[in-house]
């Protein structure tokens, strides 16, 4: 019997995020990918486009609310929105680039993550991950494997001359 590989595809122009296990749709989630928009260039706290996919996973068995500070387990989160501090919540998919133009992506530290800012999702708001519910990221991580597809989808109004731009500038 094959096992189907899932893959998850983060529209980017509509802030979603769809769960497949094979080529069946399982789930749709809300996310948030980068305020400041689109790019593979270092620093610039943005979200990479193309085909990425999972290198680590980091959280396995932790509380649904515990805090990760640089992918180590540092407490548990309250519960509390506030402006200004973005804890990276749950669980931790850490992305590595499959495309020329995003290799820098492990690098960069971009990973799928929760979030604290629940009312945020469905509007750009990371500083260039994939953010999620934190109950919806548990869920992607239990079925998401290292090696598994992350494609990140630019919205279709760019123009090819933007594309190609996003795609040069890593």
């Known amino acids: 019997m094959i096992k189907r590989r899932?893959?998850?595809?983060?529209?980017v122009e509509h802030q979603k995020a769809r769960l497949y296990k094979g080529r069946r749709l399982k789930e749709v989630f809300n996310i948030s990918t980068a305020r400041?928009?689109?790019?593979?260039?270092?620093?610039?706290?943005?979200t990479p486009i193309g085909k990425l996919r999972v290198s680590e996973?980091?959280?396995?068995?932790?509380q649904l609310y515990t805090i990760f500070n640089e992918r180590v387990a540092s407490g548990l989160w309250d519960g509390k929105e506030r402006p200004g501090q973005s804890p990276i919540l749950?669980?931790?998919?850490?992305?590595?680039?499959a495309d020329r133009y995003n290799r820098n992506t492990k690098d960069r530290t971009i990973?799928?993550?929760g979030t604290s800012h629940k009312s945020k999702l469905g509007t750009p708001n990371s500083e260039g991950c994939i953010v999620f519910a934190p109950e919806d990221i548990v869920k992607v991580y239990d079925a998401l494997q290292v090696g598994d597809v992350v494609k990140v989808v630019p919205p279709k109004s760019l123009s090819k001359k933007e594309l190609k731009k996003l795609r040069h500038a890593a």
Do not use: P
């Not at 899932?6 to 529209?11: F, G, S």
């Not at 928009?37 to 610039?44: D, I, K, M, T, W």
């Open 6 to 11: 899932h893959k998850l595809i983060v529209d």
């Open 36 to 46: 400041n928009g689109l790019g593979n260039q270092a620093q610039s706290f943005r």
């Open 57 to 62: 996973k980091i959280g396995d068995g932790m």
């Open 90 to 97: 749950g669980r931790i998919l850490w992305l590595e680039g």
């Open 111 to 113: 990973y799928l993550h």
